[in-house]
């Protein structure tokens, strides 16, 4: 009879611990990968950064090849606020210290359609596994163009973000 309440005992130690779940990492919500590198390039994948910072990404249903990604956007989004270029985040993360860039992020104000709104909510532990990943990448491609004022027609491609009201 012990016998069998031992077993039984042990089948059910077994059981809990498979339901169990493993130990939550401390701290803030935050991305855990393999290495923060890892962790980084799976935020910028997620994150959408490739959708406005690499040329063609998303019409190239995002097979932009890595060494291409980030390099910033001739591409300009024009709207109310002026005309933003999506930066190159590439030269940014060679050019700006770690502290800098989530600083930047955390505070700059950056126009639309940046989703400052969103990444600025970032834990800090994302933020700089982004920078890590991005840094490790190195410095590819131009300067984006710089931004123009409101009611500037840009003289290169851009995409029309003004709300155009329906003719009635
Ligand atoms: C919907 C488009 C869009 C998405 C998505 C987006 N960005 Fe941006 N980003 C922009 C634009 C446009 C600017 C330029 C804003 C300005 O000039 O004020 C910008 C600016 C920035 C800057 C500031 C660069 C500087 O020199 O001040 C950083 C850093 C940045 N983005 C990082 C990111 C990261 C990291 C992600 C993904 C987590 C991301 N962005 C996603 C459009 C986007």
Same mark, same amino acid.
């Given at each position: 009879m012990r016998g069998v309440l031992a077993v039984s005992a042990g089948l059910a130690a077994m059981v809990v611990s498979a339901c169990s779940k493993p130990e939550a990492p401390a701290g803030p919500p935050h991305v855990v990968a393999a290495s923060d590198i890892e962790a980084g390039r799976y935020l910028a994948m997620i994150g959408s950064c490739n959708d406005c910072h690499t040329p063609g990404y998303p019409q190239s249903g995002g097979k932009t090849p890595e060494t291409d990604r980030l390099v910033g956007n001739p591409v300009g989004y024009h709207g109310p606020w002026g005309t933003s270029y999506a930066s190159n985040l590439r030269i940014l993360a060679q050019s700006t210290t770690e502290d800098g860039w989530v600083e930047l992020l955390k505070t700059k104000r950056l126009l639309p359609p940046m989703p400052t709104q969103n990444i600025a909510k970032m834990t800090e532990t994302d933020l700089r596994n982004l920078y890590r990943y991005i840094h490790s990448?190195?410095?590819? @491609?131009?300067? =984006?163009?710089?931004?123009?004022?409101?009611?500037?027609?840009?003289? @290169?491609?851009? =995409?029309?973000?003004s709300v155009v009201a329906p003719k009635t």
């Open positions: 990448l190195g410095a590819a @491609g131009q300067a =984006e163009p710089e931004n123009l004022p409101p009611g500037v027609t840009p003289s @290169g491609p851009y =995409e029309n973000m």
